[in-house]
């Protein structure tokens, strides 16, 4: 997968998903066990005894057919372990056949998205002919651009009720709610205040590095933007390609920058609101052209000159240049911890470091502060669709889903591929992930990034994107882009006002 400063691409193709949770592991077969050379400087995730599901309380009675579309977690077609099928995993039809044995009412079919449909526009497609699953991924930045559709069930009074399948006194046996990680999920909100989504999982971004290359090259992991720098340059001088293309890291290098003006405009910390950036935008405190914007469009632009030489092409596999050694450097996200895990051709040795921390002698804006995790209760969402309701199905398919996010359930679906770290409490972690489990579940994460991609609308992003690449690709000047790229955050944030009826004070 390759990483890209859109939002859309960040979490949105279902095949390229993976971090890694402390119970059973989606192994590769017999015949594909890593070699003592593939091991990587990451501690395994120990092995853990698969629990039985929980069982339906006695009195619950459903019925109905069910379909579901869960994205990353739709079964493999093969069980068996290839190159072409490194994480096979069928989890969420184990826990759906043992759901449907306890109530033999109840139908649950597993539907499977063509790979090469786009996943929004197979949605909106669904809601429009009235095909769409009843229980449907999707992201919440998209929720909110379509509440006015009314495509979705809010979930607060659902969450608002004890979920049955939870063991008594322990948290989701009072309020279903109360399962859930609180910063994370009440991240999900939509801008009229409801949750449209049951956020399952967390994820978050590392940069992978290939140890050997770094020894090679005689290289050390930095923590800072220029010693960032610094290496890259090293590694390049001696004929190698540094990084293979720059992903979430141009979010964070601005965050970085605009830190003392998204604490000014955020005072009380907390997610940064929609409404914040547009009025931000609106007074000029957060624009193209503030000397802020500048530095951060410099520092993104040094770091071109390191990246693949075909960085801006569609399709390009960085990946597949990672495990190749053709890159020392690999941006990407949590899931890949279990796709390296599980790849027993890998002939290096790897390891991860954070985001270099921009300071005070890359930037006079900088705090010396480090970057806000990207990510958040991103993966995972699951929406119920209005389509439950209009067949009347709709209490089967809140009990279906209460079913898959009961701890023990819900450690089973998150864990079988190393995939993604859980947004549920009491789903432990291997050991090299509980710090990030700790920062994402706790901070807000990009959630409270002035300049990340989602405080603007769907149709901006994509604007954005080609704007920041003829830039960097030395296709507009500073000048120009700073221009460019102001009139559409103006007329965005003008829009944005107008439309919700936001004041600015």
Known sequence: ?????????FLGLSATVATATLLAACSPQPAAKPTEQAQTSVAPAEATAVPEATAAPAQAKFAGKVQMWVQFYTPTESMEWSEDNPLPHN???VLADEYVKAHPDVSIEIVHK????DDHEWIVTGQAGGTIPHVCWTHSFWVNGEIDKNWWVPLDPFMAEPNPYCESGQPGSAKWLDEFFEVPTENKRSPDGKLYVVPLDLVTTFFFFNKNLFTQYGVEPPSTFGEFLSIMDKIKGAGGIPYGNLGWYQSQIGG???AKKAKELNPSGGA????????AIQQGKYRATNPEYKDWLTLVKKIVPYLAPDWAAAGTDFNQKFLNQEIAIFEDGTWRFGYLRANSLLKFEWSTFYAPTVTAEDSAFATGEKANPIGGATA?????STRAEKENILPTVVDILRFYTEPKNAGRLIGECNSFLPNIK?????????????AISEGQGEAAMLTYPDKFDTETQQKLEPLWNNFKLGQITLEEAQQQIDELMTTYADGAIKKNNWTCS
């Open 272 to 279: 940064m609101s929609l409404q914040t950036v547009a009025c």
């Open 256 to 258: 970085m920058i605009y």
């Open 426 to 438: 009491g789903v432990d972690v291997s050991q090299d992930l509980k710090e990030p489990l700790k």
């Open 1 to 9: 997968m390759s990483s890209k400063f859109s939002r859309r691409q």
């Open 91 to 93: 989890q969420v039809q």
């Open 114 to 117: 063509p790979a090469q449909t």
């Open 380 to 384: 995972a969402q699951w929406a119920i």
